[in-house]
């Protein structure tokens, strides 16, 4: 099925360690997105894409790093967990804002990673 | 003051009840969103709305630019429906989307 695939659903981390979390889409939407969500929270933005090559800091940028080689993955890197860390991660793609796309809908989201850092 | 407001912040009620969720925002926008957060965590993008109204079974969202306010509404409401409700808007500035803090919304048999 067509949509955002993130891996992994679940990690536990220990201070210190680092990680990749995996981002594909296969809608050839050129905005990806990665959030943030901590319990009780909206979302929070971290980095996001407007094409391949191209990524930009969104709200809460520090602690994790991002790249784009390709339109349809968007990694997102976290160097040295911290349990201020400890979050559920979701990734998510859209076409150019302001432009087309299913009627109604704008954003397409991962199922989302649940990460612990202890 | 949050740049988007959702009201209410928790919302339990009867199935069959006609339901309500507003958001008011205090930023110029492009596009307003209404996403849903199922109880497992997954997120669905309902709407994406600039102007008027629109409908999706039994969902309807309408906006009013004027006075920077959306409504979201449920009709015939019903247990599978119990899920948070987030409001979004996109700035028009720079596309970035403001998150509001979501509506969690509990439908009884």
């Known amino acids: 099925n067509a949509g955002v695939t993130q891996t992994p659903k679940f990690r536990i981390l220990k201070i210190g360690q680092s990680m990749t979390l995996q981002c594909a889409q296969d809608m050839n939407h050129n905005y990806m997105y990665w959030y943030r969500q901590d319990p009780g929270m909206g979302l929070k933005l971290i980095y996001y894409s407007v094409g391949a090559g191209i990524t930009d800091k969104g709200e809460v940028p520090n602690g994790y790093n991002v790249s784009r080689s390709t339109t349809e993955d968007f990694p997102l890197r976290l160097e040295l967990a911290a349990p201020s860390q400890t979050s559920v991660y979701f990734c998510a793609s859209s076409y150019t804002p302001g432009q087309g796309g299913r009627w109604g809908y704008g954003y397409t989201f991962g199922s989302g990673t649940r990460l612990t850092v202890v | 003051k949050n740049e988007v407001e959702q009201s209410p912040q928790n919302l339990t009620a009867q199935e069959g009840e006609f339901i309500t969720i507003n958001c008011s925002y205090s930023?110029?926008?492009?596009?307003l969103h209404w996403l849903q957060q199922h109880p497992g965590g997954g997120i669905v993008s309902l709407f994406m709305?600039?102007?008027?109204?629109k409908k999706h079974g039994r969902l309807i969202a309408t906006i009013n630019i004027q006075e920077k306010h959306s409504s979201l509404h449920i009709t015939a409401s019903h247990p599978r429906d119990s899920a948070v409700y987030i409001c979004a808007v996109r700035s028009d500035s720079n596309y970035q989307l403001i998150w509001g803090a979501g509506t969690k919304l509990i439908i009884k048999p």
């Open positions: 930023v110029g926008i492009s596009a």
């Open positions: 709305l600039s102007s008027g109204k």
